[in-house]
């Protein structure tokens, strides 16, 4: 201390100081965008997590969440213990248990449930990343009633993909972000590729000779950055598509000889109402499809090498017999229609027509005026060799703006066709697949029904692909064999399962009751669930002997969640930090358009409670319950080492050599996709960095459903079964057999009461209808629409239990035009009753002028039951902020016959989040201030440590000096774009990777 | 001695933050924090983290804006982080009555000495921007160290010294570099994208440049005119009589 | 700005104490009071309270007292170094002269100008004081000439009518100097105050939202989303918002208990003599110790922070 009280005091800042003890590298799971970080650890405690600068998914960034992974760690509302459910379900009464009993309890209730049914188990892992194990386990218990999450989340483009193009959005792809000149984002506020996005855009927009469009009701986030905003009215985006088509058409701006290669526009289709093979493709009797060829005149092999040379587009002939029109034929009737001119249009999507003119003649103009070419030869499917890689540089992505939608598959479908109409499916500067990515359309995986045997594995997965009604699991009378109705004719292509659906049905026993409920990381008792109050009701519903209506719920969470309090045993996951993970190929993997890839969790820290990682705890109960695949012959465990064991030792079928992870594989690891499983694997991922990427050849990078090279690789890589081309399905013959199906033929045909809703949502090419829940209000009663968008810092319910996450968001607001407010006599801040059909809740507004006048809007999940994640009762989150989802009912008006059909997607059994609609009017004075429903607060978890008045987090982390100094690194923002554009700057090739110039 | 540097040197660290990208993730704010916890200022105290009314301290705060000009009917939404400015002729550091607010000679970099501040609050007065942060825990002042014991660090991989905002950005909105050199790779992208001081009028000549988010494409740049039409005829019947024969792939 | 009690307490009680100071010095100097011992006792015990504990209380508002001796070292940039130095070496002559007052009996001649001397060194103080306020550009209700003349004419003001009161009180010396010297004072403040109002309404605001972010190129600004979701540090010292209509009233409750007031009671004193100037003076004492609270309340809590352009402000 410097006695001098007149003295300066000089700082001599420390600035070198140690940063950590040790650095190790993982994957984040601060949401399930998979980046890859480097964790420094220091006095066995967390120092600092940065983005990893060699991984392929966010190339060293880190987003908020990912940066806020510290307070996850040290959350008080972390579970530590196994518990025991004492006091009624949702009392939060628990007794702690240890481990043992935990399991023995496990092992018997699921025991007895595979002794007596397995169909009566319902396994529903939610947020699940380990779908390939998880599903795998649900097949060797016999478990049909398995799914994740995708049902509530968006089945529908994944749905809508698979079926068209044999990829989808979502994150299995991506626009040519280096090349693309017009860019067009549907219904995107953050997305599962949240990181690539956003590096994505950056780029995009410093080069800056792209046109970034967004099309979404609300112009926030990736909305506001772009150079033109579409203000859609929700769940109209199908018909904006439309009217685009309608303009390309009228001006024959399409790529005719792309369809004609690679799509099924010219294939012949049946053309004879009323008999039972009208609409579908007519086929020679090796069962090819075929084309009219105008030059031969007459129809070949849709296959063959030649088909593409002067196939007929239109026209209606007689083949063999049947009267027959090119496919093509259907679409451009039906979108030439003048029903879809954009000024028909214009009124319902709210946007002027002389706009949708004007951005389809914009998209017409960089798709044939502005090609980018590579100069990078390459050999088709046919073997016919190209010269050069031709673009056109238009690309789409799209995701829950659309999907969460009850019309969601079709505009998916619709924004598809686009694309292929355009030529500019994974071509330079269109939007690109990533592997394992294109699959057949659809892949051959069929969902596997009930098993014939108590005991027995299923027949394969219970998750798949329906090509017909005959791969439906329903029974003779067609009634649902699934808990969630999935793959019934309610939701015939519901690929995901329908988790949202599952509590309803297994409370009121339609179809049936089940034994046991078995979730994993989904907080079903809230954020994840329509209808909250009815829920939470399902949960404890009990019958006449007052046992609970769904006997017994066994959860894995790793927090204090809304749900946990509604189970009845309770396994406590470790967090993310503390256990072995694998984001394999076989699931989610990490692949770019560039090349293949997985990656790793490594447990970094030691888990702090007496928790255990649910994939260790699934293999353990494997080996109780004596799982095939699980046990060996003399009983011993076939993965003693747990989860990494079975990530290392598993194969997807003995000796095929393709395992839980692809790279390093074979005795030595020189192999990769394929290849023995090497017990040094992990230790090879780990020394990677935790991941493993593999890039593809420069010939195999564009065009892969029909790049010789490529599909070769991808067989040999065990990403597709055959290597025969994948073509677009713009007209989908799977879709017209369910609508011949209801239409009365074949064997497998609808219940009555289905038949009209199955003729009318399976039609084989795009339509729109208005969204369920809008046409069934009364829409003066209920004029606006509500929806829901993610913030980038938060991730679901998750997020709030995060000290710093929580303090840039405590509460939401409701977002409203300020001129609709004005018409509603709303002010700012005002607090109002939102109410939909179904109930009504209170929260305030914020007015923008950022939003279609018609909709209003609001952060997802902010909203907290009182006593949830261990924060204090008076917590903003339980006070302030609200769920929609209280006023979003799980089913929909009933029908004729007192029918009612989940509020989704019909095709697809995609929750139907964003159909709501709601009124909105100021509450009474006294009602100000506070949200309502208000549930009855939560008790904190048992033994849960009062929360701390202060956190001082890393006081204790501060490094001692080493007196060294270096140079301060500059560091330009998209170096490398910047570069291109701003004279005299240094081209780094971005910041964002290592070894760069410095 | 006191006041600011009376000899400084011709290096003026800074950040330059790119509005145009910035898509407002929070991602600069939130990594920042993480790395600051533990680092110069440690710790950047949270109150009542979970409670009622959580608050701590933070050295980069992100907000969102609406420009709306009602006369021409237009509005974009604009994400803006705010962060230290580290002024040339920073106020917070003249006020100071004990030294513990200071620029560094060398770069320019605005720091406070928090084990000799006492608390005054006074230069957060002074800070036209908000930069200044109390940590009502400790009693003293904290704020941005433009990541001064990250960008120098030896203990670290040379891709990392730079800010944490920085190297964090997903975007690329924020660069970081030697604004005082007109021929360093900041400098000229600020000279090219029209980089802008926020309120000159305080007379606080910051560091740190922001750059404008661009105009927006809604014009007819991208495509010359509307499409023509090959034919008006009702639901597009005669474009369909036309294409019967005719060999489109070719 | 967040109006603190501490500091309130500071620039009231340290201003009043400092003014006293000033008459102290004035009267005795210049012969117009005798160097009585139990009123200096008084007399300067009262303005060394008012001064000391003023600057304990402004301590207060520091986070970490203990090191408030640091305080001293900036002088040669820091107005609130300066302040803390000019408080230091005022106490050299005021306390000189508070000694030969009281231990000596006197308070005229060298001893007179010594006094003199720290009257001038507390006014110094004061206008140190000031200018913590008046040189913070970023608050422009207080970066202007009329903050001064306010601490100054105020710091005299209330001097002048303690020292009226203890004259009343005691007896003693020339009370006729001390009633015209705070009607002036009274007035004078009074209209420096009412002018310093003025100004404030009809200053044209320094920067604006759009200025702040630099984002009038396209329009007026509003904040639609803020980084934090409850208040932080910055909007619970700088946010402090007061209503117009609210404010108004207390204005004009400043105006009349702190100048108007007074103004007629020691007026009314030259009007109705000396057997009422004991109640008067302390009535005009207190209603002005009143007034002066409101007066500095409103300072800080009518004065804008520019950083509040990034919440939602418009202009400051
Ligand atoms: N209104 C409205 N509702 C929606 C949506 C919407 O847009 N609007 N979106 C829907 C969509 S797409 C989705 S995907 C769902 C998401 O909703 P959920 O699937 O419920 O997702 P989360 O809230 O993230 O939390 C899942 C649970 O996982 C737990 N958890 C976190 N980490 C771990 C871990 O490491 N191990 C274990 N075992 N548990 C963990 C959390 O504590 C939490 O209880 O919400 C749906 N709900
Ligand atoms: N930070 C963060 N990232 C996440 C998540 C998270 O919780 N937080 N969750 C992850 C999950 S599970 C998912 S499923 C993804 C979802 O990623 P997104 O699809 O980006 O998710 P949403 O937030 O539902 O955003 C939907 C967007 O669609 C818009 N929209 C709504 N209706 C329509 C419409 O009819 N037409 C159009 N064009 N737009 C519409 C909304 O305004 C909103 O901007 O995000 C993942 N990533
Ligand atoms: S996007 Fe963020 S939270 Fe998600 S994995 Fe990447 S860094 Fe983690
Ligand atoms: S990290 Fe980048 S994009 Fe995100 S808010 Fe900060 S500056 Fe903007
Ligand atoms: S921004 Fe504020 S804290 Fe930073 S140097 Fe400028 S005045 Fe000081
Ligand atoms: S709070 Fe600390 S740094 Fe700020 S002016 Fe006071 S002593 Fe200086
Ligand atoms: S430079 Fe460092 S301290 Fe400053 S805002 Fe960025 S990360 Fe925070
Ligand atoms: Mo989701």
Redesign the interface.
């Known amino acids: 201390m410097n006695a001098n009280?007149?003295?300066?005091?000089k700082?001599d800042?420390?600035?070198?100081?140690?940063?950590?003890d040790e650095v190790k590298n993982t994957t984040c799971y601060m949401c399930a965008c998979r980046c890859g970080i480097r964790v420094h650890l220091?006095n066995g405690k967390v120092?600092?997590?940065?983005?990893n600068?060699d991984h392929p998914v966010?190339q060293?960034?880190?987003?908020?969440?990912?940066?806020?992974g510290?307070m996850q760690q040290y959350s008080?509302a972390k579970l530590k213990k196994p518990l025991l459910r004492v006091g009624e379900r949702g009392s939060g009464e628990f007794k702690e248990i240890e481990w043992d009993e935990a399991l023995e309890l496990a092992t018997k209730w699921l025991g007895d449930v595979r002794a007596r049914d397995p169909g009566k188990l319902a396994f529903f892992t939610g947020r699940d990343q380990s779908q390939s194990f998880t599903g795998w386990w649900a097949t060797q218990y016999g478990a049909h009633n398995f799914a994740a999450h995708g049902g509530f989340c968006s089945v529908n483009m994944a749905a809508g993909g698979l079926y068209t193009l044999g990829g989808a959005f979502w994150e299995f792809g991506e626009p040519d972000w280096d090349l693309t000149k017009?860019f067009m984002l549907f219904g995107v506020a953050e997305d599962h590729d949240?990181?690539p996005i956003?590096?994505g855009?950056?780029?995009m927009?410093?080069r800056?000779e792209a046109?970034f469009v967004a099309v979404n009701p609300s112009?926030?986030?990736?909305?506001?950055?772009a150079?033109?905003w579409v203000g859609v009215r929700p769940g109209t985006d199908g018909l904006f598509v439309f009217a685009i088509i309608h303009?390309?058409?009228?001006?024959?701006?399409?790529d005719?000889?792309s369809?004609?290669?690679y799509s099924n526009a010219?294939w012949l289709v049946i053309d004879e109402p009323g008999k039972p093979d009208h609409g579908l493709f007519l086929r020679d009797a090796k069962g090819n499809p075929l084309v009219w060829d105008?030059?031969r005149k007459k129809a070949i092999n849709a296959m063959g090498p030649d088909a593409?040379?002067?196939?007929?587009?239109?026209?209606a002939r007689t083949v063999k017999k049947r009267n027959v029109v090119p496919s093509f034929?259907h679409l451009?009737?039906r979108y030439?229609?003048?029903e879809f001119s954009p000024d028909a249009v214009a009124d319902t999507i709210g946007v002027p027509a002389d706009t949708i003119?004007?951005i389809?003649?914009?998209i017409?103009?960089?798709a044939f005026e502005e090609e980018v070419v590579i100069e990078q030869p390459w050999t088709d499917a046919w073997g016919r060799k190209h010269d050069k890689m031709i673009g056109r540089p238009v690309s789409f992505h799209a995701m829950r703006g659309i999907s969460a939608h009850s019309n969601g598959f079709h505009t998916c479908r619709a924004l598809h066709i686009l694309q292929a109409l355009l030529g500019s499916v994974d071509v330079p500067g269109g939007w690109r697949y990533k592997a394992p990515f294109p699959k057949p359309i659809p892949p051959g995986v069929r969902p596997a029904g009930p098993v014939a045997n108590p005991g027995e594995p299923l027949a394969g997965p219970p998750l798949g692909f329906i090509k017909s009604p005959n791969d439906l699991l329903v029974d003779e009378a067609g009634a649902p064999l699934r808990i969630d109705k999935a793959y019934s004719w309610e939701h015939p292509l519901s690929l995901h399962g329908m988790m949202h659906m599952v509590l309803h049905n297994a409370a009121n026993a339609d179809p049936y009751k089940v034994d046991v409920l078995f979730m994993y990381m989904a907080n079903m008792a809230w954020n994840s669930s329509m209808n909250v109050p009815g829920t939470l009701d399902y949960f404890t519903a009990k019958d006449d002997d007052g046992d609970y209506k769904i006997p017994k719920i066994i959860y894995s969470d790793a927090f204090w969640s809304e749900t946990v309090p509604y189970c009845d045993l309770i396994l406590p996951d470790t967090t993310y930090l503390e256990r072995w993970d694998c984001i394999s190929m076989l699931d989610r993997p990490i692949s770019s358009a560039h090349g293949a890839g997985d990656s790793i969790r490594q447990p970094i820290l030691k888990p702090e409670g007496d928790v255990r990682p649910f994939q260790d705890v699934l293999i353990d109960l494997g080996h109780r319950l004596g799982l095939p695949g699980m046990i060996r012959e003399d009983g011993s465990a076939t993965y003693p080492g747990g989860y990494v064991d079975y990530m290392a030792n598993h194969e997807r079928g003995a000796g095929s050599g393709i395992g839980p992870l692809a790279g390093w594989r074979g005795k030595d690891g020189t192999e990769h996709g394929r290849g023995a499983p090497n017990p040094d694997q992990i230790g090879r991922y780990i020394e990677n960095g935790c991941f493993w990427t593999q890039n593809l050849a420069d010939e195999q990078l564009y065009f892969k459903p029909f790049n010789r090279s490529y599909l070769d690789h991808a067989k040999a890589m065990g990403w597709i079964g055959h290597a025969d081309p994948i073509v677009f399905q713009l007209y989908n013959e799977d879709l017209q057999k369910f609508r011949l199906a209801a239409q009365g033929h074949g064997d497998k045909q609808p219940p009555e009461e289905h038949r009209e809703r199955i003729e009318t949502y399976f039609d084989p090419l795009p339509i729109w209808y208005m969204p369920f829940e809008e046409a069934e209000v009364d829409r003066e009663q209920y004029p606006l629409h509500a929806l829901s968008q993610r913030p980038?810092?938060m991730y679901h319910s998750w997020g709030s239990?995060n000290?710093?996450?929580?303090?840039?968001?405590?509460?939401n607001k409701l977002?409203m035009h300020v001129d609709t407010a004005a018409s509603f006599g709303i002010d700012d801040d005002d607090w109002v009753w939102i109410e939909s059909r179904h109930g009504r809740v209170k929260g305030q507004v914020?007015l923008?002028?950022?939003v279609n006048p018609q909709t209003v809007w609001t952060w997802n999940a902010i909203g907290k039951r009182k006593g949830a994640w261990?924060?204090?009762e008076?917590?903003?989150e339980a006070n302030k902020g609200f769920l929609l989802n209280h006023i979003i009912s799980e089913v929909l008006a009933p029908g004729k016959n007192g029918q009612r059909y989940s509020n989704s997607d019909p095709v697809t059994g995609q929750a139907a989040w964003f159909d709501l609609r709601v009124n909105v009017t100021k509450c009474a004075a006294h009602e100000a201030g506070f949200t309502e429903p208000m549930f009855e607060a939560l008790p904190r978890e048992p033994h849960a440590a009062p929360?701390?008045?202060?956190?001082?987090?890393?006081?204790d982390?501060?490094?001692t000096p080493?007196g060294?100094?270096?140079?301060?690194?500059?560091?330009?923002?998209?170096?490398h774009?910047?570069a291109t554009?701003?004279?005299?700057?240094?081209d780094g090739k971005?910041?964002?990777?290592?070894?760069?110039a410095? | 001695?006191?006041s600011l540097p009376q000899n400084p040197s011709k290096v003026k660290?800074g950040l330059?933050i790119?509005l145009?990208?910035?898509?407002?993730?929070?991602?600069c704010?939130?990594?920042c924090?993480?790395?600051n916890?533990?680092?110069?200022m440690?710790?950047?105290?949270?109150?009542?983290?979970?409670?009622?009314k959580?608050?701590?301290v933070?050295f980069n705060r992100v907000h969102?804006y609406?420009a709306?000009d009602e006369a021409a009917g237009t509005?974009?939404?604009?994400?803006f982080p705010r962060s230290c400015l580290h002024c040339d002729d920073a106020p917070c550091v003249t006020v100071c009555p004990?030294?513990?607010s200071?620029k560094?000679e060398e770069?320019g970099i605005v720091?406070i000495?928090t084990?000799?501040c006492i608390g005054c609050k006074l230069c957060s007065w002074a800070c036209p921007y908000g930069a200044r942060e109390y940590d009502e825990?400790e009693g003293v002042m904290k704020k941005c160290t433009l990541c001064?014991?990250k960008?120098?660090?030896?203990?670290?991989?040379?891709?990392?010294?730079?800010?944490?905002c920085?190297?964090?950005?997903?975007?690329?909105?924020?660069?970081?570099?030697?604004l005082g050199d007109p021929?360093?790779?900041?400098s000229?992208?600020v000279a090219?994208?029209d980089g802008y001081a926020l309120m000159p009028e305080q007379g606080t000549r910051p560091v740190n440049r922001y750059l404008p988010?661009?105009p927006?494409?809604?014009g007819?740049e991208?495509?010359?005119?509307?499409?023509?039409?090959?034919?008006d005829s009702?639901?597009?019947a005669g474009?369909?009589?036309r294409?019967?024969?005719?060999?489109?792939?070719? | 700005m967040h109006p603190a009690k501490s500091v309130i307490y500071f620039t009231t009680a340290s201003g009043a104490g400092y003014g006293l100071m000033v008459w102290l010095a004035v009267m005795g100097a210049f012969g117009f009071i005798p160097a009585d011992r139990t009123f200096g006792i008084v007399g300067f015990g009262l303005a060394f309270f008012l001064i000391i504990s003023g600057l304990l209380s402004s301590t207060g508002h520091l986070g970490r007292p203990e090191r408030a001796?640091?305080a001293?070292?900036?002088?040669r940039s820091s107005w609130l170094s300066r302040e803390g130095v000019a408080a230091i070496l005022t106490f050299g002559p005021t306390g000189i002269y508070a000694l030969s007052w009281v231990v000596q009996g006197q308070n005229g001649g060298p001893v007179g100008m010594i006094g003199l001397a720290g009257g001038g060194m507390s006014l110094i103080t004061v206008y140190f004081t000031s200018m913590i306020y008046a040189s913070l550009k970023a608050i422009p209700a207080w970066s202007n000439r009329w903050t001064s003349l306010g601490y100054l004419s105020m710091a005299l003001m209330s001097g002048a009518l303690i020292m009226l009161a203890l004259q009343a009180g005691f007896g003693l010396g020339h009370m006729a100097v001390m009633i015209k010297a705070s009607v002036a004072l009274l007035a004078l403040a009074g209209v420096l105050k009412l002018a310093y109002w003025r100004a404030l309404q009809s200053d044209p605001a320094r920067s604006t939202a759009e200025s702040a972010t630099g984002l009038g190129q396209f329009g007026n600004v509003h904040m639609?989303?803020s980084?934090?979701?409850?208040d932080n540090y910055l909007l619970k010292e700088m946010g402090y918002k007061i209503a117009r209509k609210h404010a108004n009233k207390l204005r004009r409750i400043a105006l009349v208990t702190g100048f108007i007031l007074p103004m007629a009671m020691v007026a009314a004193i030259m009007v109705l003599g000396l057997p009422y100037v004991v109640v008067l003076s302390f009535l005009a004492l207190i209603s002005a110790g009143v007034g002066l609270v409101v007066e500095r309340w409103l300072f800080f809590a009518e004065a804008k922070h520019v950083v509040t352009l990034y919440y939602g402000n418009r202009n400051v």
Not at chain 2, 151 to 164: D, G, H, M, T
Not at chain 2, 222 to 231: E, G, V
Not at chain 3, 227 to 230: L, R
Request: glycine letters at 8%; one cysteine or more; a neutral charge.
């Open positions: 009280p007149f003295a300066t005091v700082e800042v420390d600035l070198s100081p140690e940063v950590a220091k120092r600092y997590i940065e983005g600068p966010n060293g960034v880190l987003c908020g969440k990912g940066s806020a510290i008080p017009y949240s990181n956003k590096i855009l950056g780029k927009k410093t800056g046109k112009r926030n986030g990736y909305n506001a950055i150079d033109e303009e390309l058409l009228r001006a024959e701006k399409i005719f000889a369809l004609a290669r010219p105008l030059t593409d040379a002067a196939p007929a587009f239109a026209g034929q451009a009737t030439l229609s003048d003119r004007r389809a003649a914009e017409a103009h960089v980038m810092h239990q000290a710093w996450l929580r303090q840039i968001t405590s509460a977002h914020k923008i002028t950022g261990n924060l204090s008076d917590a903003p929360n701390p008045p202060v956190s001082r987090y890393g006081a982390l501060k490094g080493t060294k100094k270096a140079d301060a690194k500059a560091w330009v923002g998209n170096r774009e910047n554009n701003i004279a005299g700057l240094a971005g910041n964002h990777t290592k070894g760069d410095s | 001695m006191t660290l330059v790119d145009d990208i910035c898509v407002g993730c929070h991602a704010a939130v990594n924090k993480e790395w916890t533990s680092g110069k440690a710790p950047l105290t949270d109150m009542d983290p979970y409670g009622a959580p608050d701590g933070w969102t609406e709306v509005s974009r939404t604009v994400h004990t030294g513990a200071y560094r770069d720091l000495n084990d000799i825990d001064v014991d960008i120098y660090n030896e203990n670290l991989p040379p891709e990392s010294r730079v800010p944490a920085v190297s964090t950005c997903p975007t690329g909105a924020r660069s970081f570099g030697d021929n360093s790779d900041v000229k992208l090219a994208r988010p661009r927006k494409k809604v007819d991208m495509a010359p005119r509307l499409l023509d039409h090959h034919d009702a639901d597009g474009l369909l009589a294409w019967v024969d005719k060999v489109l792939s070719a | 001796w640091r001293l070292s900036q002088w639609i989303e980084p934090h979701g409850e």
